[in-house]
T-cell receptor, first 114, second 110 residues
Framework: NAGVTQTPKFQVLKTGQSMTLQCAQD?????MYWYRQDPGMGLRLIYY???????DKGEVPNGYNVSRLNKREFSLRLESAAPSQTSVYFC?????????????FGEGSWLTVV | DAKTTQPNSMESNEEEPVHLPCNHS???????IHWYRQLPSQGPEYVIH???SNVNNRMASLAIAEDRKSSTLILHRATLRDAAVYYC???????????FGQGTELSVKP
């Protein structure tokens, strides 16, 4: 049981390039999330998908798009990367979109934009 | 958004109990109190959560004040592997979304 799997783990992009971060969970969870973490800071929510077929903006959605491909997979796309998007990105999942449910995180994807 | 206040850092000795405080004076009746921790270069890891009553699990205990305006995460015997940043988070009418603060960086001395 792998839990939440993110790919790639490390990526260097040039300004203006595009890329997609992939995330998959094998826990049959309904809700999935993308967070970013800048150095010395707590995580900030980019986008989330409360259930398959829905997506919503979080705190910092500008410059990103997401796709909930199916129940297992939730991808994050940077259309035109900027140095301000250099960060560690974490995907997470949750059984049901509820305040009382645990959220499980992936190991992170380190992205550098030069 | 309801906020939490935690000390920036705390120190503990190995094998001693650790009490990590969290203030959340603006908490409302339906807000759950979640604790996550993050080890260096890893994703956050769930520790414990509760609503009104104290909670225990294999990792820790959560003591919630009667007025719910504060809570304390208790690690009964700190180990070196418990050195991490601990986040106290209120999760409320936004379903499952977590709003992270700065957290408390716990260091454990041998």
């Amino acid at each position: 049981n792998a839990g939440v799997t993110q790919t790639p783990k490390f990526q260097v992009l040039k300004t203006g390039q595009s890329m997609t971060l992939q995330c998959a969970q094998d826990m049959n969870h309904n809700s999935m999330y993308w967070y970013r973490q800048d150095p010395g800071m707590g995580l900030r929510l980019i986008y989330y998908s409360a259930s398959e077929g829905t997506t919503d903006k979080g705190e910092v959605p500008n410059g990103y798009n997401v796709s909930r491909l199916n129940k297992r997979e939730f991808s994050l796309r940077l259309e035109s990367a900027a140095p301000s998007q250099t960060s560690v990105y974490f995907c997470a999942s949750q059984g049901l979109f509820s305040s009382g449910n645990t959220i499980y995180f992936g190991e992170g994807s380190w992205l550098t934009v030069v | 958004d309801a906020k939490t206040t935690q000390p920036n850092s705390m120190e503990s000795n190995e094998e001693e109990p650790v009490h990590l405080p969290c203030n959340h004076s603006t908490i409302s009746g339906t807000d759950y109190i979640h604790w996550y921790r993050q080890l260096p270069s890893q994703g956050p890891e769930y520790v414990i959560h509760g609503l009104t009553s104290n909670v225990n699990n294999r990792m820790a205990s959560l003591a919630i004040a009667e007025d719910r305006k504060s809570s304390t995460l208790i690690l009964h015997r700190a180990t070196l592997r418990d050195a991490a940043v601990y986040y106290c988070i209120l999760v409320y009418n936004q379903g499952g979304k977590l709003i992270f603060g700065q957290g408390t960086e716990l260091s454990v001395k041998p």
